[in-house]
């Protein structure tokens, strides 16, 4: 009895042997074979564990208001003063410097943030048009009029309020128009349009829920 099993147990082995074999062949296989259509898809978050380097992460809601600020203060030096010297009407001024806050932001400030956004969509929120397309070009134009609207009231209201609050009604008091407050005003009242836009949103989202 012990002879038999003495000469079965080479041939078990050799099979466990091959069996072995095969399943690191088929890994070694389906490894050189991979590609984006074959694999398990892998969440942002689950790919950061493995990447090198400097760990500290940028949240992605500062990105969105740098970018969101940067253009419209890039607009206001390059336009409001840029061009303060040529252009002597205010209605003038602010025709231009709407075209100019519009166009920038079909043609940069949402193709930036469409491209730095960790996957397609993820940022869709923080776009008022988030697709691309011809009509979003004017639909722009008349949103930055819009936003530009806000914020000269923004300087107006702010003026006034500085002038009550001061002693003497004199220039000091005067805050004018400059790149780092415009952007921070222009960012500040298109984020609140998109919160509300958002809110607006989940509040149809949810009563369009069965059972409600």
Not at 30 to 50: C, F, G, T
Not at 184 to 209: E, H, P, Q, S
Request: hydrophobic fraction near 45%; aromatic fraction near 16%; charge should be positive.
């Amino acid at each position: 009895m012990s002879k038999k099993n003495d000469r079965a147990r080479p041939g078990k082995d050799v099979e466990k042997t091959t069996d072995y074999y095969k399943l690191h062949t088929k890994a070694v296989k389906d490894l050189a074979e991979a590609n984006e259509e074959n694999s398990p898809p892998v969440s942002e978050k689950e790919l950061r564990k493995y990447r090198s380097g400097f760990k500290f992460r940028i949240p992605d809601l500062v990105k969105i208001m740098f970018i969101k600020w940067w253009f419209p203060a890039s607009v206001c030096y390059f336009f409001f003063w840029g061009l303060g010297t040529y252009v002597q009407d205010m209605l003038d001024m602010l025709f231009i410097t709407g075209i100019a806050l519009g166009v920038i932001t079909d043609l940069l400030t949402n193709n930036v943030l469409r491209f730095l956004e960790p996957s397609a969509g993820a940022w869709s929120k923080w776009l008022l048009f988030y697709k691309k397309r011809y009509a979003t070009f004017p639909l722009n134009i008349l949103y930055s009029f819009g936003l530009l609207f806000l914020v000269f009231t923004s300087y107006n209201v702010i003026n006034v309020l500085l002038l009550k609050a001061s002693s003497s009604a004199d220039a000091a008091a005067f805050l004018g128009v400059e790149p780092i407050v415009f952007g921070l005003l222009y960012m500040g009242f298109d984020m609140l349009v998109l919160v509300m836009r958002n809110t607006f949103r989940n509040i149809l989202a949810d009563a369009r829920k069965p059972g409600r």
